[in-house]
């Protein structure tokens, strides 16, 4: 796994023409250039690749920049680029047949917001890492959507165009999923399992 990502490091926005096809220009030009980092984050961290990442947001924004005229401004344009970026990524997904590499482990260390983590946390948090990575894609999608951007179901669900009950049985069986997947690697060192 990358570190975290940056969204500073998020590629840079297409250039809007001088003549704004539609009332969303100004909005979309804005979400690009200062609030496209979360998507940058979330793709990051499902396809463990920050390449791959760049690509899929470029790839987003400009399908979002050529569509503008197909938005209905009465909606969240942050939701509409999101459901476009987790079309996206589900076609690379799909391509790439990503699900077999993700099982291999992580190199790099996750980078701490808070500073520097001592050697038992830093353990913790590649554990959980190399945890969610053995999630199917759509399962670390919704886990990371709702504890990494802190989403509600309600808002998950409109991203992802589903139900808010469907998001919730998806977080429950993710949840699910994850625990097994740490109490099995506790129990293979002889400890407590984690919580989750």
């Not at 830093?122 to 894609?137: P, T």
């Amino acid at each position: 796994m990358t570190d975290t990502p940056d969204p500073a490091a998020a590629p840079a926005a297409p250039a809007a023409p001088a003549a704004s096809p539609s009332p969303g220009a100004a909005s979309f030009e804005r979400f690009a250039r200062s609030e496209a980092g979360p998507l940058y984050t979330l793709l990051v961290r499902v396809t463990g690749d920050v390449e791959a990442a760049r690509d899929l947001l470029q790839d987003t924004l400009l399908d979002a920049w050529r569509n503008l005229a197909a938005y209905d401004p009465s909606r969240p344009l942050r939701n509409w680029i999101f459901r476009l970026g987790q079309n996206r990524l589900r076609n690379f997904l799909r391509r790439k047949r990503l699900e077999g590499r993700w099982m291999r482990a992580l190199d790099e260390e996750p980078a701490s917001e808070a500073g520097s983590r001592d050697a038992e946390a830093r353990e913790r948090g590649e554990v959980l890492e190399r945890a969610l990575l053995r999630l199917r894609a759509e399962q670390r999608v919704v886990l990371l959507l709702r504890y990494q951007e802190d989403l509600s179901c309600a808002e998950i669900a409109d991203l992802l165009d589903t139900t808010p009950n469907a998001v919730s049985i998806q977080l429950h069986h993710a949840r699910k999923r994850l625990r097994e997947i740490l109490e099995k690697h506790e129990k293979s060192l002889g400890g407590a399992s984690h919580e989750v």
